[in-house]
């Protein structure tokens, strides 16, 4: 069983930036394929990026938005950037073991999600 718990959220004005973390439970962390998704309000759970061997970014959040992970802290990162109020959403990451996927539904751990929110 692998936990993940999500923190960095809050609220930011438009051309801002956040910082997410998703800290696992768990010393396979680095055999994981990791994906962030969001979901806003009203709206499907989207993709956003992905962590695997390689990285994937939505387009919506190509060269905004950066992944990344340290596998000796068993954590991965969100980076974003220049924000904007359409990336209002609560966000999640996710693990699964095999590879990294844009589909949600492969996944196998989720964590309880973290608030972003975006003025303008």
């Known amino acids: 069983q692998v936990q993940l718990v999500e923190s960095g959220g809050g609220l930011v004005q438009a051309g801002g930036s956040l910082r997410l973390s998703c800290a696992t439970s768990?010393?396979?962390?680095?055999?994981?394929?990791m994906g962030w998704f969001r979901q806003a309000l009203g709206k499907e759970r989207e993709f956003v990026a992905w962590s695997g061997g390689t990285t994937k970014y939505a387009e919506s959040v190509t060269g905004r938005f950066a992944i990344s992970r340290d596998n000796a802290k068993n954590t991965v990162y969100l980076q974003m950037d220049s924000l904007k109020p359409e990336d209002t959403a609560v966000y999640y990451c996710a693990a699964r073991r095999g590879p990294a996927a844009a589909d949600p539904s492969v996944y196998d751990y989720w964590g309880q999600g973290t608030q972003v929110t975006v003025s303008s």
């Open positions: 768990g010393r396979t962390f680095s055999v994981y394929a």
